[in-house]
């Protein structure tokens, strides 16, 4: 019984993000072409891991895992439309502030 609410309460917080949004896809797609033009990354993996209003956070993960290591790229949306802020691997507290990046999609 106890497993059972494991499981469930599981389900709860991953299957929103198992189930891709149409925001979803804007958002990857405005990461896919903030990434190629401003790295040297041409084909990624994006994985949007949190949204929080108008700011998103999106992991992107080389297609040759030998190439560069794993980045976050932090978004606003911006007149209906997903832009992408910032870039890499580690962030500043005055990197966020700056930016305005919400304090629950910060990483350490």
Same mark, same amino acid.
């Given at each position: 019984?106890?497993?059972?609410?494991?499981?469930?309460?599981?389900?709860?917080?991953?299957?929103?993000?198992?189930? /891709?949004?149409? %925001?979803?896809?804007?958002?990857?797609? *405005?990461?896919?072409?903030?990434?190629?033009? !401003? @790295?040297?990354? $041409?084909?990624?993996? /994006?994985?949007? %891991?949190?949204?929080?209003?108008?700011? *998103?956070?999106?992991?992107?993960?080389?297609? !040759? @895992?030998?190439? $560069?290591?794993?980045?976050?790229?932090?978004?606003?949306?911006?007149?209906?439309?997903?832009?992408?802020?910032?870039?890499?691997?580690?962030?500043?507290?005055?990197?966020?502030?700056?930016?305005?990046?919400?304090?629950?999609?910060?990483?350490?």
């Amino acid at each position: 019984m106890k497993q059972s609410f494991l499981i469930l309460g599981l389900l709860a917080v991953a299957l929103p993000r198992l189930i /891709a949004s149409p %925001e979803d896809a804007a958002i990857i797609a *405005a990461t896919k072409s903030y990434v190629a033009a !401003n @790295s040297g990354m $041409t084909k990624i993996n /994006a994985t949007v %891991e949190q949204v929080e209003g108008d700011f *998103a956070r999106v992991k992107v993960t080389p297609e !040759n @895992s030998k190439a $560069t290591d794993p980045a976050l790229v932090f978004l606003k949306k911006t007149d209906g439309k997903w832009i992408g802020l910032i870039l890499g691997t580690s962030f500043t507290v005055e990197d966020y502030q700056q930016l305005g990046i919400p304090n629950s999609l910060r990483v350490n």
